[in-house]
């Protein structure tokens, strides 16, 4: 009841149950004084969606604290999940106040790699992207190949494609994950290499700020094979009208 009445967990009970519920259990760590609940953390991992895939690594989600009663409640819950689901690593939002936390615990920090297409030359209010006053370029070239794919072509999915990133996922991964989402729904991308889905990239429409706007969730694949979804981005620019 503290927390922002506006999120989706809270106006969404299913939703909710599908991200953290787990057995008779819910993935969400909780910090009491003086019997009250004073901060939470929540959190999932790979086995949540696929029981064959690692249960060591944990996506932290929604999170609160009550200010001013004890300090460093975050560090103690991180700290706890880690001894408990022996963690080893922990993927969190780039904020400062989240990487220190993890600094503390004793995590080393690595950069990941970040794209975006724009159909514009300015857009204002969607992050540091607006700074860059380009149009993203559209190769020709690469008009074969790349194509939207539904849940009868997982079938086509090549099961060496999941080897490239890290951590490894799998096709139940991202059945459970995307096709089975409760609310959401996904746009599946390939790129097809003699019959076989030989890269993916998972996307959604949203809107940012009044903005419509589409956010890659997921690649996986081989990295070079990145460039090769270029002109059908650009095709989903114009589809669906994005910025």
């Known amino acids: 009841k503290n927390y922002k009445?506006?999120?989706?967990?809270?106006?969404?009970?299913?939703?909710?149950?599908?991200?953290?519920?787990?057995?008779?259990y819910y993935n969400i760590a909780i910090l009491s004084f003086k019997n009250k609940i004073i901060?939470?953390?929540?959190?999932?991992?790979?086995?949540?969606?696929?029981?064959?895939?690692?249960?060591?690594?944990?996506?932290?989600?929604?999170?609160?604290?009550?200010?001013?009663?004890?300090?460093?409640?975050?560090f103690l819950l991180l700290k706890y999940l880690k001894k408990e689901k022996k963690v080893s690593c922990f993927l969190t939002n780039p904020n400062d106040h989240a990487i220190n936390l993890n600094k503390k615990i004793g995590f080393r920090f690595f950069k990941l790699d970040h794209f975006f297409f724009k159909s514009k030359k300015k857009i204002s209010g969607i992050g540091k992207i607006?700074?860059?006053?380009?149009?993203?370029?559209?190769?020709?070239?690469?008009?074969?190949?790349?194509?939207?794919?539904?849940?009868?072509?997982?079938?086509?999915?090549?099961?060496?494609?999941?080897?490239?990133?890290?951590?490894?996922?799998?096709?139940?991964y991202l059945i459970n994950k995307y096709v089975k989402h409760p609310i959401f729904e996904y746009i599946f991308l390939g790129y097809f290499k003699n019959r076989k889905i030989q890269s993916i990239l998972i996307l959604?429409?949203?809107?940012?700020?009044?903005?419509?706007?589409g956010r890659i969730v997921e690649f996986?694949?081989?990295?070079?094979?990145?460039?090769?979804?270029?002109?059908?981005?650009?095709?989903?620019?114009?589809?669906?009208?994005l910025e």
């Open 5 to 24: 009445s506006n999120h989706i967990f809270l106006r969404n009970k299913k939703y909710f149950n599908w991200s953290f519920k787990s057995g008779s």
């Open 39 to 74: 901060s939470f953390i929540s959190f999932y991992n790979l086995f949540h969606y696929d029981n064959n895939l690692r249960k060591d690594l944990l996506f932290l989600s929604l999170a609160y604290t009550y200010k001013n009663v004890i300090p460093g409640q975050f």
């Open 130 to 172: 607006s700074k860059f006053n380009l149009i993203s370029l559209k190769l020709n070239n690469y008009k074969k190949n790349c194509k939207q794919f539904f849940f009868e072509d997982f079938k086509l999915i090549n099961n060496y494609i999941f080897n490239f990133q890290f951590p490894k996922k799998s096709k139940k």
């Open 204 to 213: 959604r429409v949203q809107i940012y700020k009044n903005k419509k706007i």
């Open 220 to 241: 996986i694949g081989e990295q070079k094979n990145i460039i090769r979804f270029n002109f059908i981005l650009h095709q989903i620019l114009k589809k669906f009208n």
